[in-house]
């Protein structure tokens, strides 16, 4: 009888882990991040080289002229002058450059004319602002920050690329990019023209991705 019930009791038991690993494997398929992850490279495009973006280190004091690089990645094949520029904001994760070549913003570029640019988020991938994580440095990691760096990315993008006066920029993020393309809309009205935002939750809170 002990024995019966020892053994239903390791069937639940291995049940259990058998549906929480395919949870857990569901979840990282489709990312937690959902449009984070990037479309798989199926055409095998040859996808656009990394480039750096001087960025100041802290928005919040024009006193502080320290700088760092930032990584970013440049489509132009489909921008017709007077065209829009889309801008893709990068979140919390290594930015992929094959959104460079795929998926249904290129198609709208294409479409538009538009100017393609994806800015890696401080503090991921290869967008190292300060040389450790420390907590002391870890003060420099936040939205408004982040926000701060794609309206001075934009400046110098516009200036670098000669954009004609007026021209429209488009912001797109999925999940917290997808914040982050709604609050840039919001707080720099004058930068961008619109924002698509996916995904995106809205109410900032501690932990408010989970
Ligand atoms: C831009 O995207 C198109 C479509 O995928 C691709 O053919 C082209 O090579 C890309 N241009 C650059 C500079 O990466």
């Known amino acids: 009888m002990y024995f019966l019930f ?10 259990t882990v058998l549906l929480v690993s395919e949870l857990g494997a569901g979840l ?9 992850l ?11 080289p990394d480039q750096w973006f ?20 440049t489509n132009d094949t489909f921008y017709r002058p007077g065209g829009p520029v889309f801008l893709m904001i990068g979140g919390e994760g290594t930015a992929s450059p094959v959104w460079m070549v795929t998926g249904s913003w290129i198609e709208y570029a294409q479409e538009h004319g538009a100017l393609c640019f994806q800015l890696e988020h401080r503090f991921y991938g290869k967008s190292h ?11 420099y990691l936040s939205s408004e920050q982040a926000l701060a760096d794609l309206a001075t990315f934009s400046a ?3 200036e670098k690329h000669a954009l004609p006066e007026g021209t429209k920029w488009v912001a797109f993020g999925g999940s917290y990019p997808g914040s982050l393309a709604a609050w840039y809309r919001l707080k720099y009205p004058h930068m961008v023209h619109a924002a698509v935002s996916s995904s995106a939750p809205l109410v900032a809170k501690t932990n408010f991705l989970w």
Do not use: I
Not at 38 to 48: A, M
Not at 129 to 139: G, H
């Open 28 to 36: 990282r398929r489709h990312g937690h991040h959902g449009l984070l």
């Open 129 to 139: 602002p300060t040389e450790d994580m420390s907590v002391k440095n870890l003060r």
């Open 54 to 73: 001087t960025q100041k280190l802290d928005h919040s004091q024009p006193g502080d002229l320290r700088t760092w690089q930032q990584r970013y990645f």
């Open 156 to 158: 110098a993008m516009a």
């Open 38 to 48: 990037p479309p798989p490279n199926v055409h095998n495009y040859p996808v656009p």
């Open 6 to 15: 020892l053994f239903a009791e390791m069937l639940l038991l291995f049940l």
